[in-house]
């Protein structure tokens, strides 16, 4: 029976991590993918723009 408890953590740790592989793949892309790159690009329009204005109002 020794052999059995020495199987199980790295079983289960498998599983689990196989899991995890599972979500990640079935969340990129598909029907959020275009909210996401919108939520991107907002946040890298309002910097630019915040980066644009300092650099004006320190010139």
Known sequence: MDY???LVPPVVMAV???GVIRVIVKTQGGA???KEDAAVDAAL???EGT???SARSEA
């Open 51 to 53: 980066r644009q204005s």
């Open 4 to 6: 059995v408890s020495a």
């Open 16 to 18: 689990f991590f196989i």
């Open 32 to 34: 959020n993918k275009a």
């Open 45 to 47: 329009a309002r910097v």
